[in-house]
């Protein structure tokens, strides 16, 4: 370990890369790097780092510590060897600059990311790059499975309607006659149900697309914030597995059947946008029921479900934070950043930069200056299914405001843990 700089917080320690990708390591060499690195993590948020805090993912709300990353300056130097911005301008520099990328030059991990899955992980390779067999799936494509995706998320509330209060769930959570788990009876089964369908997986093979999907959903995080052993290895395998998966990559057509005139679309990119669309959602669900007059007003005008996502995407956006790599010296924020150094813009903190957003911390699904938020970035690993993403979170809210305009939270809101990355409910009991 190195001590090249000291910060306020301590001296800046981090743990060497692996040099391998997690399939070319031991189960022993790889637990004890994970250990080694969660414990560093753990150590720098104790002295107090802020950006360590949000690492080590114990928080239900993170949003004081992007505030004191923000107090630091435009761009502050975290005592895990990362650079960190919560700054709307210095960020949006980053995201645009051919300076920075999803890897470094060489195509190495630097010391900040905590494992490597190689270039089967879209994350690491730049989401926004063309590679292997299937085309990503960009606005015009998307288009055109609008209405099949808006049919799937339809069915899936209808279902979840029928199933009424015989479900044992509505009296442990005491939701009532019409109670149901908004994540695990709607929302998931939804996104899940109409990606496979956009990316057309077969009928035969969806329930291992299903559970390909939610091993690989810590996959994100595990890049930054150290996870259990058994969970690195389930996002691999998982990853090896929905490469592999047969799928004609055309998608269904609108009347169910499966169509040959699109390209085909990328398996684990998509599948990396199911959480992310599961969580966007929860988290637009969220903030709406936190304000039941906005919740009024989506369900009076259905066409303003576009516009909470976009709130949503800046006020609490699936996808809380975007590393990049400096690919060359460059001078940012008055800082002098030598090639390879490691980048983390808070794209979470940036949307609630009070130089960016007036009263950011109010959540108004009639904003006018929504859309200049940087969540979901096209430059980003996420760009490229953005469209889709926005599109299923789209279709979910239109179907929950048609069918339960008196919805509303009817227990406790669980979250994951160890997700610094991703952020979205696990659990929303709600009754309709």
Same mark, same amino acid.
């Given at each position: ?52 805090? =949000? +690492? ?33 301008? =210095? ?18 991990? !630097?010391?900040?990311? %905590? ?10 390779? /730049? ?21 099949? !995706? ?8 209808? *279902? ?39 990316? /057309? =997986? ?12 939610? *091993? ?12 259990? +052993? ?18 004609? /990559? ?27 669309? %599961? ?18 007003? +989506? ?36 800082? *002098? ?75 406790? !809101?669980?979250? +994951? ?16």
């Amino acid at each position: 370990m190195a001590e090249p700089e000291m910060t306020g917080n301590g001296p800046v320690i981090t743990q060497p890369p692996l040099g391998r990708t997690v399939y070319l390591t031991s189960d022993s060499e790889l637990g004890n790097h994970l250990l080694e690195t969660r414990g560093l993590q753990w150590i720098h948020a104790a002295n107090g780092d802020p950006y360590a805090v =949000v +690492l080590r993912g114990q928080l239900d709300d993170p949003y004081p510590e992007y505030e004191r990353v923000r107090a630091l300056g435009p761009l502050s130097l975290s005592a895990t060897g990362s650079w960190v911005t919560a700054d709307h301008a =210095v960020a949006a520099e980053i995201l645009c600059s051919p300076d920075f990328g999803m890897s470094a030059a060489d195509g190495r991990p !630097v010391p900040q990311q %905590v494992v490597s899955y190689g270039s089967a992980n879209p994350l690491e390779s /730049g989401g926004a790059e063309r590679h292997g067999r299937a085309a990503e799936p960009g606005p015009e494509t998307v288009g055109r499975h609008r209405a099949l !995706v808006e049919r799937i998320h339809q069915e899936v509330v209808e *279902r979840t309607l029928a199933a009424g209060p015989e479900k044992d769930r509505v009296d442990v959570h005491g939701a009532g006659p019409h109670g149901f788990e908004l994540m695990a009876d709607f929302i998931r089964p939804a996104v899940t149900a109409a990606t496979a369908a956009v990316l /057309g =997986v077969p009928q035969e093979r969806r329930a291992q697309f299903g559970t390909c999907v939610e *091993r690989l959903r810590p996959l994100p995080d595990s890049l930054l914030a150290a996870q259990s +052993l058994r969970t690195v290895r389930a996002a691999g395998d998982a990853l090896a597995e929905l490469d592999a998966l047969p799928a004609t /990559g055309a998608g269904e057509t609108p009347g169910g059947t499966v169509g040959d005139e699109h390209p085909p679309l990328r398996g684990p990119l998509c599948a990396l946008g199911v959480a992310t669309a %599961v969580h966007l959602t929860g988290n637009a669900v969220l903030s709406l029921l936190a304000h039941p007059d906005q919740w009024r007003q +989506l369900c009076a005008r259905p066409e303003l479900a576009a516009a909470a996502v976009e709130e949503t995407l800046r006020h609490d956006p699936p996808v809380q934070l975007d590393a990049r790599i400096a690919l060359r010296e460059v001078t940012l924020a008055g800082h *002098r950043l030598r090639p390879g150094t490691h980048v983390v813009v808070l794209t979470a903190g940036t949307g609630r930069d009070p130089a960016a957003f007036t009263e950011p911390e109010r959540f108004d699904l009639t904003r006018q200056d929504a859309a200049r938020h940087l969540a979901l970035h096209e430059t980003g690993a996420h760009g490229p299914v953005a469209p889709l993403v926005r599109l299923q979170a789209e279709a979910a809210l239109r179907a929950l405001a048609g069918r339960f305009p008196t919805l509303r939270p009817a227990g406790p !809101v669980l979250r +994951l843990r160890r997700s610094p990355v991703s952020r979205g409910p696990l659990s929303v009991p709600v009754t309709g």
